[in-house]
């Protein structure tokens, strides 16, 4: 089986359909510097072409503020109408990969910030979710284990979301206990 072409993203309108569409789906706000590693995955996107986008996208698809000198991006209205009416425009796999990488990037970095357990889902175009859980290790505080779960649909997702959140303590607990070694 020959491996899947790569596909390059060089034209910076469908680059900035692209930011759009990954805000969108993620619901929520993406800065400079997760854009590119999102983007950056194989190789979709050149990164001089990602900034050329985005200088011009503050204009009308996005809001750009800075949080601890980091530009920050969310859409306005505009923005995700043209994810919404444009995002089927960019190829599917493309589409598929950097909403999968968004995931993972987020949720990595959603920990950061605080708490041992950091849960994001976003919806895909067919209806189902991808769930990422990413659990710190309670003595180092650094990534321990990054799960992504499937669900069938929003409102399974929302569900293992909060059981999750509601007892998060329990959740590590349980995946250290079945990663134990005997």
Request: net charge negative.
């Amino acid at each position: 089986m020959k491996p899947e072409p790569r596909i390059r993203i060089d034209d910076v309108n469908k680059i900035r359909i692209l930011v759009c569409h990954l805000i969108y789906s993620l619901g929520c706000p993406l800065n400079r510097d997760q854009l590119a590693e999102i983007t950056s995955l194989e190789q979709a996107v050149n990164y001089f072409d990602l900034m050329e986008a985005l200088e011009g996208i503050t204009a009308r698809l996005c809001t750009c503020t800075e949080i601890n000198g980091v530009p920050v991006y969310a859409n306005t209205k505009l923005g995700d109408a043209a994810a919404r009416e444009f995002g089927n425009q960019l190829p599917q796999s493309v589409r598929e990969k950097m909403f999968e990488e968004a995931v993972k990037v987020y949720t990595r970095d959603e920990i950061k910030k605080d708490g041992l357990v950091s849960v994001r889902y976003a919806e895909r175009e067919n209806g189902t979710c991808t769930i990422g859980v990413t659990i710190k290790s309670e003595k180092s505080g650094r990534q321990k284990y990054y799960l992504t779960i499937s669900a069938e649909d929003k409102p399974e997702a929302d569900r293992i979301k909060k059981r999750i959140q509601h007892s998060p303590e329990d959740f590590r607990r349980y995946l250290e206990s079945y990663f134990e070694e005997e």
